[in-house]
Each structure stands twice: as C-alpha cells, then as structure tokens.
C-alpha cells in the first residue's frame, strides 16, 4: 500500500489549496478542514475551507475565462482536441486516481480502478461530440423566412458533487459542460476532495486555458451553498442528496438559475418465479451490497414473489454471509468501510428503526467483531424481512449495504409496490418472460430500468431520475442537451414592409 503522503502530488506541506484560475490557491480566510481515511479514522490530508469571498473569486475567473479568447475564440474542433487531450492523461494517471479516491470515500479499488479506467471514454466521447452539435433550419410558413437554432454554451456551470464516486460523477457534468464551450466551478464533497484537486492539474495539463475549470472544496452548507446562489453563475449541477437538492434549488431559484438534479433513490430490485434464481441472488447483491450501498442506484428495495420467496432469500442471505469486508485497497475484499463516520452512525440508526418498527434481521445488522475492522466504518452487509412498503426502512435512503426484501403476488401488485414511493431513479426486474419484463419497464417510475441485470452503466446511456430523485439527464447526446442553450433565429429576407402593429404569425 503506498503511503498517502506519495499519492498526494499537489498538497503543499499540511494540504491542498483550491484550484483557481489555473493555479493552486490559499483560501481567503486561512481556514482549513481535514479529511479522514474512513479505514482508520486519521486525518490524512487537510483542504481548504472556502468561504465566500473564495466562491466569488472562483465565479469570476470563470466568467472572466467565458468570454476571453483562449477559450470562447477557439473552434469546437480545438475544443474536442483539448478534452481527447484530457482523456489521454486521465488515462495515464487512472491508478493514481483510483487509489487517491479509495483513500478518501473507502470504496474498493477494483471499483475504482474501472471507474478511472472508463473516464477516458466520457471525455473522448464528448470530444468527438464538440464539433458535431448542429442546429436546425425551420421550414416556417412563409416564403423568404430563414428560420434556425443555434446551440450555444449556457455560461458558467457550478457543479457540487458526493463524496461517493468523486471524479465519475463530475465528469458527468464537465465533459458535456467543456464541450460544449461553458467553464466551470466544481464543489467536491469536503471528505473527498483531493482526486478533484489532482484531476485540476490535469486539466491544466491537457492546454484549457486558465479560468476555465475551478475547484473550490470546503463544506456544503458555507462554499457550496455560496457557489449554488451567485449571481454570476448561470446553471447548477447538483449530484446528492434529495434534501440537499431542494435546499440547492431554492437557493439557485432566487435567481432564476436552472438545475440539473441527480439525487436520492429508493429503488426496487424485482425477481419473479421463472428467474434464474443463481442469477437474481447475485443481482441483487451487485444492486445493494457493492460499493457498501452507497449508490444513488442502489436496489434496497427487495421484491421476491411468494413461489420462490424462501428459495431466493436463503441463496441471497448465503451470498451476503461470504462477503468479504476488510481493506478496500485489497484486491481480494468486496466490501470496503462506509465512507464517513456519520453514515456509519445513519446505518445503525435505521436498523434500530428498522427492528423497532417490527422488522426481522436475517443476517448482519451491526458491525463486524473482526480487531483488524474495529477501527473503520465498517458494517455487515444486511439484510431485513418482514418488512412492510409503508415502514421507514422500505422508504427511506439509507445509503448503506442494507436491504429490505419484501413478498408480492402478481404483476399488479407488484408495480403497486414498486412505485409506492417518492423516488423514481431505477428499477430492476429478474425474468425470462419479455412479454412480463417490457410492461414492467412501461410501467415502473425509474429514470433507468435493468432487465436480468443491474447497476450498469454506460456514458451513452441518458441517466436521471423522475419524481423526486431529481430532474434532468446525463451522458450520451442528452449531456450536451443538458449544458447548452437553444437560440432561434430568424432572418426576412423578402425586402418588403409589414405592419408593424400586427405580429408576424408564421
Ligand atoms: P449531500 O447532499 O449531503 O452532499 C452532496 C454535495 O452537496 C456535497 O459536495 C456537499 O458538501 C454539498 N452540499 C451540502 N449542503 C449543501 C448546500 N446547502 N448547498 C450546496 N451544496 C451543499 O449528499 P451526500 O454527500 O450525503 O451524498 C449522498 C447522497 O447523494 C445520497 O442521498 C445519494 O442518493 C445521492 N447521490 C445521487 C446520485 C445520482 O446520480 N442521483 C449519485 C450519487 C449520490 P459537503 O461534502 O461539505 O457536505
């Protein structure tokens, strides 16, 4: 295992500063906050804690950025040029990421490994796009009427991001963002900041001009509550939790500022009789017990039909029994630590709910005794029956390798169920009936439906949740719908005088 010290490339003596304008910065207040290995609860690295004179000078580079030349005077194609770039560096640099961002939110390295080793794709996949965003001419009701569309940048983007998947979940938003000709004010989560803050360099690296990427870190309720109301930035893009999300829309509401919301989930993991039972336990694993549950996507909503209720449930309990927690930097571990002390806490408290309410534990429910895990945020991978739709276990994000598995009847009742709840991100369904598995996808509230599998992912795909977990899309040609702005244009080209107290409906 390296060191931290050696991951770290640009902390400066005791920590990292912010990145602005194309350089590392101190904070205007000489305040920082440290950041603590979820392993062993020690504070490995220290960031800045960004108040708002920081934000305001974050915004103004970037606005200053927007309209100068270095960035808004070059073509679409030296802006896919510059993000291939970028990709080809992230590529060379993937383990170092990988192993900076499983130090700081405890999630595997193989996980993060794949992440980092897939980033490259998003950037060349919105490189390729930069020179590909066309309009479209208008055929209007009218001789010597030109009318078309011009997509253009949308201006300066804040981005604020979770501590679950910290350079993922950016890139989301950043790569359509610089495709399109937008900068940006990323906001990491305050305990995962330095794989954000590394990733700068990069940037940097790849040729962006100053100004153009800025990271200010510290906490949500001080600098990512000052990046979500200025004045000086035209849209938001806010990946966490729903309560956080409504709070970050108001305050960018007052003005008038658009949001792009990807937040909570509660989402239901369905498997029918005529699944492959082998299949379905597995699924329903990688849906809740990966990454230790802490995904938007997670399916902590367990639904087996009564016929093979019992039959699943042992294959499911066997699977969650051998599950190996330890070390995420370990290749052989499946289960790493939570990420933050206060989620370790949030999961005990909702098992406490969970039983109180009259739930059953099948399997785990507390932390390991192991002496080598006393130290960390670790937690069994758990498993509930008895558990009603309508209990605070089956409603509630937990956010922890925790599921609750529920019986249903039929197709009815099943998606009477299913969409019992204020969520709406994703939804998976384990059959080998397509007639069955189609209406299901027709019918469910899920913004991403996963037949006969579950938590896959890809950078073409349009990802983004309905009701409330969230609004808006990501990935594929929708990222670059989503940081982009429609102008209409009309041009008369007939010569001729109109009425100018009549409006010209054509
Ligand atoms: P939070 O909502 O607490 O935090 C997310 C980010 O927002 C962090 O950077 C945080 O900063 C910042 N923040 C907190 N308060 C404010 C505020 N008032 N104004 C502006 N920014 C603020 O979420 P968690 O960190 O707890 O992340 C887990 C949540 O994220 C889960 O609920 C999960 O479902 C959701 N999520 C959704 C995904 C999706 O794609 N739909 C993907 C991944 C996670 P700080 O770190 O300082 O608190």
Redesign the pocket.
């Known amino acids: 295992m390296n060191p931290a010290t050696e991951l770290l490339h640009h902390a400066r003596g005791e920590g990292y500063g912010m990145y602005i304008n194309g350089k590392y910065s101190s904070p205007a207040s000489g305040q920082t906050i440290p950041s603590l290995n979820p392993c062993n609860d020690e504070p490995w690295y220290t960031l800045t804690d960004a108040g708002a004179p920081d934000v305001d000078q974050a915004v103004g580079a970037a606005r200053h950025a927007l309209g100068h030349p270095s960035w808004s005077g070059i073509t679409q194609t030296a802006r896919g040029a510059l993000l291939r770039r970028l990709g080809d560096l992230i590529a060379v640099h993937s383990d170092r990421l990988a192993e900076i961002e499983t130090r700081d939110n405890g999630k595997l390295i193989r996980e993060m490994r794949a992440q980092m080793t897939s980033l490259p794709q998003t950037y060349y996949y919105y490189a390729g796009m930069a020179d590909k965003m066309t309009g479209e001419t208008i055929p209007v009701n009218k001789r010597d009427v030109f009318n078309f569309t011009l997509r253009e940048p949308i201006g300066v983007v804040g981005i604020?991001?979770?501590?679950?998947?910290p350079l993922y979940?950016l890139s989301s938003a950043l790569a359509p963002c610089l495709a399109v000709g937008n900068t940006v004010v990323a906001?990491?989560?305050?305990?995962?900041s330095a794989s954000t803050l590394e990733f700068a360099d990069l940037i940097a690296q790849a040729g962006f001009p100053p100004g153009v990427f800025n990271v200010i870190t510290?906490?949500?309720?001080t600098?990512?509550?000052a990046?979500?109301g200025h004045p000086g930035v035209d849209k938001i893009a806010?990946?966490?939790?729903?309560?956080?999300?409504r709070?970050?829309a108001a305050?960018a509401a007052r003005n008038l500022v658009p949001c792009a919301?990807?937040?909570?989930?509660k989402s239901p993991n369905v498997v029918f009789e005529d699944a492959d039972p082998e299949r379905a336990a597995n699924g329903i694993v990688a849906g809740v017990f990966a990454a230790g549950g802490?995904?938007?996507?997670?399916g902590s909503r367990c639904f087996l039909q009564e016929t093979i209720y019992d039959q699943v449930l042992a294959k499911l309990a066997d699977k969650a029994d051998r599950i190996i927690l330890g070390d995420p930097m370990d290749e052989d571990t499946q289960l790493g630590p939570l990420s933050?002390k206060s989620?370790l806490g949030k999961v005990r408290e909702y098992v406490a709910i969970g039983l109180g309410d009259g739930g059953t534990l099948r399997t785990g429910g507390k932390q390991p005794g192991h002496p080598s895990l006393a130290n960390g945020y670790y937690f069994e991978p758990t498993i509930f029956t008895g558990i009603r739709n309508d209990m605070r276990i089956a409603r509630e994000?937990i956010?922890g390798p925790v599921v609750a598995v529920m019986p249903f009847s039929g197709e009815r009742d099943l998606i009477e169920k299913a969409n019992d709840s204020i969520y709406g991100?994703a939804a998976g369904i384990w059959t080998r009936d397509i007639d069955r598995a189609l209406r299901f996808a027709r019918n469910v509230d899920a913004g991403t439906v996963w037949i006969n599998t579950y938590r896959s992912a890809s950078f073409l795909s349009p990802?983004?949740?309905f009701k409330q977990?969230?609004y808006g899309k990501?990935n594929g040609y929708e990222g670059v719908r989503e940081y982009s702005r429609l102008k209409n244009v009309v041009v008369d080209y007939s010569g001729s005088t109109q009425d100018p107290f009549v409006m010209k409906l054509e």
């Open positions: 604020i991001v979770p501590w679950n998947s979940l906001k990491p989560a305050e305990n995962t510290g906490r949500g309720e600098a990512g509550h990046l979500a806010f990946t966490g939790g729903t309560d956080t999300g709070r970050v305050n919301l990807e937040l909570g989930g802490q995904t938007c996507i997670a933050l989620q994000e956010f991100l990802f983004g949740g977990s969230g990501h």
